[in-house]
């Protein structure tokens, strides 16, 4: 009986243990990619539009 206790502890430790991990794995690849994993500078070449038009004009005019 008291091995029978024993082992539904361990696989109690072993699925809380793998739920923890599951739940702290996207903090820790988001820290990781932030961190470590820098990206390169990068310029984007896009020309503004001056004067700025407008989608739809005016309902008063």
Same mark, same amino acid.
């Given at each position: 009986?008291?091995? %029978?206790?024993?082992?539904?502890?361990? !696989?109690?430790?072993?699925?809380?243990? &793998?739920?923890? %991990?599951?739940?702290? +794995?996207?903090?820790? +690849?988001?820290?990781?990619?932030?961190?470590?994993?820098?990206?390169?500078?990068?310029? !984007?070449?896009?020309? &503004?539009?001056?004067?700025?038009?407008?989608?739809?004009? +005016?309902?008063? %005019?």
């Amino acid at each position: 009986m008291q091995q %029978a206790i024993e082992q539904q502890k361990k !696989n109690g430790r072993i699925k809380m243990l &793998l739920i923890l %991990a599951v739940c702290i +794995a996207p903090v820790v +690849a988001s820290y990781f990619t932030y961190y470590v994993i820098k990206p390169t500078g990068r310029t !984007n070449y896009g020309d &503004l539009i001056d004067p700025t038009q407008h989608a739809m004009p +005016a309902l008063g %005019a």
